[in-house]
Every structure is written in C-alpha cells, then in structure tokens.
C-alpha cells in the first residue's frame, strides 16, 4: 500500500530533557523522535475527537477513518439552541468553580454570592470569556447567538 503524502509541517522546539525523553521513547518504538511525535500529536487528536465526539453540545464530532485507521474529521456548527445551552452550562460550571473556591478560602458570604451571580450573568463576564475560549479551543463558534 502506497503511504500517504503529508503535506502539512509542525515544528516546535523542546528543552534538552525533553528531547532525550523522546529520543528514548521513540527509540522503543524503533521510530525517529519526529515519527514518534507525529504518533503522539495523532493518538492525542483522535483521543480529542472521540471525547468532543460524546459531548451532546460539541461542535466537532468523528465521521469515519481511512484504510489507514487514521481518523478523518468534519466540523459541524452549533446550532443557536445548542450555543445558549452551551454558554449556560460554562456558566454554571465557572459560577460552581469560583463558588467553591471563595468556600475553600472561607470567604463566602452573602455579599460574595451576590457578587458572583452578578459576575455569572453578565453578558461580558468572566463566564462569557470562559465559555468563548472553550468554544474557540474546539474550533466551535466565534459568534455570539442569533435570536
């Protein structure tokens, strides 16, 4: 079977230790350092794909693999619904997750709950910029919804 030309490059630099970790690893794959990254890069980007792929709100879902069990991709939009429910979910989880951490401080009190559910429901709140980072780290939507 004919191999697959690869088009596309990627190149980063890495501290000594680094590159000796790799070297090592690839060598017990008896691959080259860079072989084994690109191993690594597409186990992790199949491994990405199939957890966005069970989220019922992810924009990127898994369509089906190459002869070579190389996974291919397609990315659909969000619908407006699934965006709104979406940011309300992010919500809830950064209003949970400043919630417990004013508890773990013991600085909880009435005047820094209100606090926090006015910093939740603002439309360009702390809660907003988290969901939008998410959205644009899955390469969902870079737009608010349409009504």
């Excluded at 000796?20 to 990254?37: I, T």
């Excluded at 690594?40 to 990405?48: D, S």
Aim: net charge positive.
């Amino acid at each position: 079977m004919a191999k697959k030309k690869l088009t596309k490059k990627v190149g980063f630099r890495m501290e000594d230790e680094e590159f000796r970790l790799a070297q090592r690893l690839a060598a017990g794959k008896d691959l080259s350092p860079g072989d084994w990254c690109r191993q690594v890069v597409r186990e992790k980007l199949a491994a990405i794909c199939v957890q966005a792929s069970r989220a019922p709100s992810s924009s990127m879902v898994m369509t089906s693999a190459d002869v070579g069990g190389n996974q291919k991709q397609r990315l659909q939009r969000m619908s407006d619904g699934e965006v709104i429910l979406f940011l309300e979910s992010v919500r809830l989880r950064w209003l949970l997750q400043e919630f417990l951490d004013y508890l773990s401080r013991a600085e909880l009190t009435p005047k820094a709950g209100r606090f926090l559910v006015d910093q939740t429901n603002r439309v360009d709140g702390p809660a907003t910029e988290f969901a939008r980072k998410w959205l644009k780290i899955y390469d969902g939507l870079d737009r608010k919804p349409t009504n």
